[in-house]
Every structure is written in C-alpha cells, then in structure tokens.
Nanobody
Framework: QVQLVESGGGLVQAGGSLRLSCAVSRRIFNINAMGWYRQAPGKQRELVAEIGSGDNTYYANSAKGRFTISRDNAKNTVYLQMNSLKPEDTAVYTC?????????WGQGTQVTVSS
C-alpha cells in the first residue's frame, strides 16, 4: 500500500523557517500534482501550494513570496520551504499526491508559529 510520509513540522518563532517533506513510500507513475493543504482550528482547509508534473506551481496568496514548493522526482518527494513564518501560518499541514486515478494523503504535520 502506497503511503505519504511527512516530516519537518514543529514549533518556530515568528520570522523563522521550516521545511516540510513528503515522500511517497514507493515509486509510482503518472503523478499529476503534489502539494500541501493546511487547516487551522475553526478555519476552512486551504490549498497552500501545489506543483504539477511540468513543475508548474500554484501558491495561495498567503504563501506567495514566503513559501517555495519543489519536488525531487527521483525520490518521489515534495518539499515546502516556509520562510518568514507568521503566527497565522499555524495549522496542520497535509500533503497530497494526485495521480489522476486517485489522491493520496499524508497523515498531517503540525506547524506552530509563536509570536
């Protein structure tokens, strides 16, 4: 069974940085897109960033200029570099992998930004 394994969450002060990683447990083909959603308590889930098979990217307005998504196809891994973090970035971040036939989800990782 294919799984997405996330790492890199934690507690950081405002202005700091974190890098999230999401690795697919075994090689799969036909990945259309990978990316990250986040959900804070009492708020709707938000698509933070996505990277397509052609390395085209999408960022939420809240992430533009501060977050960078990238992927290592050889490792089936996607990364989210988050800089200049703000308390409002506090949320559970969940990665996804869309193959067209299905969407796989990670277990979620907590990111907490203190002021």
């Amino acid at each position: 069974q294919v799984q997405l394994v996330e790492s890199g969450g934690g507690l950081v002060q405002a202005g700091g940085s974190l890098r999230l990683s999401c690795a697919v447990s075994r090689r799969i083909f036909n990945i259309n897109a990978m990316g990250w959603y986040r959900q804070a308590p009492g708020k709707q889930r938000e698509l933070v960033a996505e990277i397509g098979s052609g390395d085209n990217t999408y960022y939420a307005n809240s992430a533009k200029g501060r977050f960078t998504i990238s992927r290592d196809n050889a490792k089936n891994t996607v990364y989210l570099q988050m800089n200049s973090l703000k308390p409002e970035d506090t949320a559970v971040y969940t990665c996804f992998c869309n193959t067209g036939a299905t969407t796989l989800w990670g277990q979620g990782t907590q990111v907490t930004v203190s002021s």
